[in-house]
């Protein structure tokens, strides 16, 4: 077993471990956006050998956190810029809003069920400004959102969903959330299963649209802070619950 950086890597699940503990220096920042990965290096702070090194840039590429070029190697995926992340996000409201559309009315029990669990997961966690203290955080905000869509009945609008991998994504942009931002954002939540609980294709359709349009102003602060001279600052508060 070695500790680097704060990063245990134990022999049992070793793969999964590098993988996690690279994703963690990412979307931490450790890894810098643009910058260079060196396999060799990587291995030698992680104390393992090249080979679950290079299956989680492998992966880390296929979920859009590293870009490869042939003859160079990986870089880490820079930073969305403020039209790239509008993009994204118009997309992920046209696919959710279409989602509550047609799925409210019809959602089944289990589906609810699982809503449901989504949100008290994180009405109870407590997250904080970096990946290790908020990738529940993130698990249970996904589970909820692809509920939504898998609601819906469609399988394409589901894999159009799935391949655009949001979360992970927008994940390198949760740097610095405090407490006032989480609660508000799991009111959007709760307003959201409301509408599904009651059937209501309309209110929940509003309901998803308005979540998503208060991420989209929450996100591009702070994706303006993180890339401003000045740097990302320290989080508005250490640890909120979500």
Excluded at 4 to 9: A, P, S
Excluded at 193 to 215: N, T, W
Aim: aromatic share 4%; hydrophobic share 40%.
């Amino acid at each position: 077993m070695a500790t680097v950086d704060g990063l245990t890597i134990s022999r049992n699940g070793l793969a999964e471990q590098v993988y996690d503990a690279l994703r963690e220096l990412i979307v931490d920042q450790a890894l810098a956006p643009g910058q260079r990965v060196n396999i060799t290096a990587l291995a030698r702070r992680l104390g393992v050998s090249e080979t679950p090194v290079r299956e989680a840039l492998g992966r880390l590429q296929s979920e859009r956190l590293l870009t490869f070029e042939a003859y160079v190697g990986y870089a880490v995926m820079p930073l969305p810029t403020p039209t790239r992340l509008n993009e994204l996000l118009d997309v992920r409201r046209l696919l959710e809003s279409q989602a509550a559309r047609v799925g409210a009315a019809t959602v089944s029990a289990p589906q609810l069920e699982g809503m449901r669990r989504a949100l008290d997961a994180l009405e109870r966690l407590r997250a904080g400004p970096t990946f290790s203290q908020s990738k529940d955080h993130i698990h249970h905000d996904h589970a909820f959102h692809t509920s939504i869509v898998q609601a819906s009945g469609n399988g394409v609008l589901g894999e159009v969903f799935r391949s655009l991998n949001l979360h992970v994504v927008l994940s390198r942009l949760y740097f610095g959330r405090g407490v006032a931002e989480l609660e508000q954002s799991c009111r959007e939540h709760r307003a959201i299963l409301g509408a599904y609980e009651a059937r209501d294709p309309g209110a929940a359709e509003l309901a998803v649209v308005a979540h998503i349009e208060a991420a989209r102003a929450r996100q591009l602060d702070r994706l303006r802070r993180l890339t401003s001279p000045e740097g990302p600052g320290p989080p508005d508060e250490p640890t909120a619950r979500a």
